[in-house]
């Protein structure tokens, strides 16, 4: 036996590709815009994660090419040693001072900068208490950590305190998604707050698709909500409403100094690329410049909801520019984007292990640049197919 063998023996996607119903690694061969290119054709994107429609801004592109006329492709080391240059200090700046915190820490991918803080900040007898329908980063974060971790039921404040009772008064950390990434709904902090403050925990929340999206100036959940001072730690990312990739954790300055110290994705990891800093910052003065894009980007998000309700979807409690459409089986989910993508809108299908079998879904989301004339060719589509799937 060869640990290879698990490898020769795996035929999941292999069947879904010769059933024709392959719907992963996509390859787009245009900028991420509200129309790309795939295999050719042009299709509507309904997929993005471009929240702020910035991914081609000029300005942004122009940023990244600059800074790497002046410092290279790369930082060649991490962080901790040779790899700080000075527009990682300016950009941590400005988050901080975006989010409401003392100081920020960049990392190069948002990934890491949840595995960054969890693993860094829950020891042994330490607990992270965790929602069902957390990103899986944080997950992860909490495997890498040596806590225990404990979860509670999606949004569900009885269940968070049934979890905190058997803390048992130990040092906890509640971690949560700002915008919960498959289901569009929003996080109940205030609920969690008036849940933790019984148990003395602390809050972190990911940021990760509520940043550029929730509060007038794009700062996130935390600050939507007032919760700036009660929340111990925000995690963020730059591959959305940011238009790069990265990721930032920001809190008070004791605590980003102990990160800085001890957060071996930090440590041992090569820094965020300057391209992606100096694109960051320009997305950054834009968002601000610029806050009728996080109007346009709910006007359309409104739009679309009320569409897909009004002809009979299921979009769950989605409150958000995540819509997703719930659809049943697994095999619907497939043969709908199938259907879709020959009509042209590039959709993401969501099966089983990250939803349960019978409740898949068809993820869409949507970007301030939508033009009102693509949202209804869109909805156009979307009414067609999903008369003939029978799901409306």
Not at 209 to 231: E, I, N
Not at 342 to 354: D, L, R, S, T
């Amino acid at each position: 036996m060869s640990i290879l063998d698990k490898c020769a023996k795996f035929d999941d996607a292999e069947n879904i590709r010769k059933l024709g119903y392959y719907p992963y690694f996509r390859v787009i061969t245009s900028e991420q815009d509200t129309e790309v290119m795939v295999n050719g054709k042009k299709m509507l994107m309904m997929g993005s994660n471009s929240y702020l429609g910035l991914t081609n801004h000029p300005r942004v592109k122009e940023a990244a090419i600059n800074a790497t006329k002046k410092y290279g492709t790369g930082c060649a080391g991490s962080r901790f040693l040779n790899g700080t240059i000075d527009i990682h200090i300016e950009l941590e700046a400005k988050l901080a001072k975006l989010v409401g915190k003392d100081g920020a820490l960049a990392f190069a991918t948002g990934y890491q900068s949840n595995l960054g803080a969890i693993s860094a900040m829950v020891a042994k007898n330490e607990y992270i208490v965790t929602d069902k329908y957390d990103h899986a980063s944080i997950i992860d974060g909490c495997k890498m950590s040596y806590g225990k971790m404990l979860r509670y039921n999606h949004n569900d404040m009885a269940s968070l305190e049934n979890a905190l009772k058997r803390t048992e008064g130990k040092n906890t950390l509640v971690v949560v998604d700002g915008i919960f990434s498959m289901e569009g709904d929003i996080a109940d902090v205030p609920g969690i707050l008036e849940v933790i403050k019984k148990y003395n925990a602390n809050l972190m929340i990911d940021e990760a698709h509520s940043l550029g999206v929730l509060s007038k100036d794009g700062a996130g959940a935390a600050k939507y909500f007032d919760a700036v001072d009660d929340t111990s730690i925000i995690m963020g990312t730059f591959s959305k409403s940011l238009a790069s990739v990265g990721g930032f954790l920001a809190a008070d300055k004791n605590t980003i100094d102990y990160l800085k110290h001890n957060s071996r994705p930090l440590i041992f990891s090569a820094s965020l690329p300057p391209a992606s800093a100096a694109s960051v910052l320009e997305a950054l003065k834009i968002m601000e410049e610029e806050p009728e894009r996080i109007e346009k980007l709910w006007e359309n998000t409104h739009f679309m909801a009320e569409g897909f309700k009004s002809m009979g979807y299921d979009i769950g409690n989605s409150v958000t520019p995540i819509i997703p459409l719930h659809v049943g089986e697994m095999m619907i989910a497939f043969k709908m984007w199938k259907m879709l993508s020959e009509e042209g809108v590039f959709i993401n299908p969501v099966v089983p292990p990250a939803v349960p079998p019978t409740d898949t879904l068809i993820r869409t989301s949507f970007m301030a640049t939508h033009t009102r004339s693509q949202l209804e060719e869109a909805l156009d589509k979307f009414k067609k197919i999903g008369k003939k799937l029978k799901i409306i």
